[in-house]
């Protein structure tokens, strides 16, 4: 049994300060914390899932919702230290913690984004666009060679997943990007955002080629 088709279970927790992971995204981690030590020794035995949330550093707060990492590889180094990579999965809010030492273990649900008769292609494609602008605004200012990967996602969950996993600095964003469960409504907010970013990008292009 896969834990998809469990409603509720109970998942080791991880705090990260600033870091919104989302479905299908890789998280690379180095674990020197000996409580978080105990808990990776601990999901290396069963299932290698632990849930990530989103730690804000100066409110002190932890987010209510977050999202389930998978332990694809591992190494050990000295001192029972480790380097981990780590793939997100599915969505959770919690619901509860079942208890906080050694480690936070959280009671959640699986939340997912609602189905929907829309056509999504079509906001997901002037995301893909606004995103190409970005990226070769970027590379002009920048002088250096910047290109989207290959394999990016072309289904509009995915993508949206890929845009929001891929803005930086903006934690609190992301966090709201996760939390949402509607993909037209999480696609609207990354062509606001995409948009802005580009028009910044522009006059910032332009006032470069004026200055050369």
């Not at 009671?107 to 997901?124: G, K, M």
Request: a negative charge; glycine letters at 4%.
């Amino acid at each position: 049994m896969t834990s998809s088709s469990i409603a509720v279970r109970e998942l080791p927790l991880f705090p990260l300060p600033d870091v919104v992971l989302f479905p299908s995204r890789p998280l690379p981690l180095h674990i020197f914390e000996f409580r978080y030590r105990i808990m990776m020794n601990t999901i290396l035995e069963s299932d290698r899932r632990f849930g990530v949330l989103m730690f804000d550093p100066v409110q002190g707060e932890i987010s209510g919702v977050g999202c389930c990492a998978e332990v694809i590889h591992f190494q050990r180094l000295p001192d029972d230290r480790m380097k981990i990579l780590t793939l997100g999965q599915q969505r959770f809010r919690v619901l509860e913690y079942v208890r906080e030492k050694p480690y936070r273990v959280g009671l959640v649900e699986w939340i997912e984004d609602e189905p929907t008769q829309a056509d999504l292609r079509l906001i997901a494609t002037e995301v893909e666009e606004l995103l190409r602008d970005v990226v070769r605004l970027s590379a002009k200012l920048t002088d250096s060679s910047i290109e989207l990967p290959e394999d990016l996602p072309n289904l509009p969950l995915e993508l949206s997943y890929w845009v929001a996993s891929n803005l930086y600095g903006v934690a609190a964003e992301q966090q709201m990007l996760l939390e949402m469960v509607d993909t037209a409504e999480r696609l609207k907010r990354e062509i606001e955002i995409l948009a802005s970013t580009r028009s910044h990008l522009a006059a910032r292009t332009a006032l470069k080629d004026v200055l050369n």
